[in-house]
């Protein structure tokens, strides 16, 4: 799955606003990819546990 440039350069809820500032640009997308990564499982797992 190819995330769009735009997500990777906004902050994801689970990291505070003063925390970001303080990460490098690397790390702001790592932080993005695990965050969305997470939100991926989670959707799935609802919609298995809806057995679509």
């Known amino acids: 799955m190819t995330v769009p440039e ?9 990291v505070s606003r003063e925390r970001w500032h303080t990460l490098s640009t690397p790390q702001r997308r790592a932080a993005v990819r695990g965050y969305w990564r997470s939100v991926n ?9 809806k057995g679509t």
Not at 6 to 14: K, M, N, Q, S, V
């Open 6 to 14: 735009w997500i990777l350069e906004t902050r994801p809820p689970t």
């Open 41 to 49: 499982l989670i959707t799935r797992q609802m919609l298995a546990l």
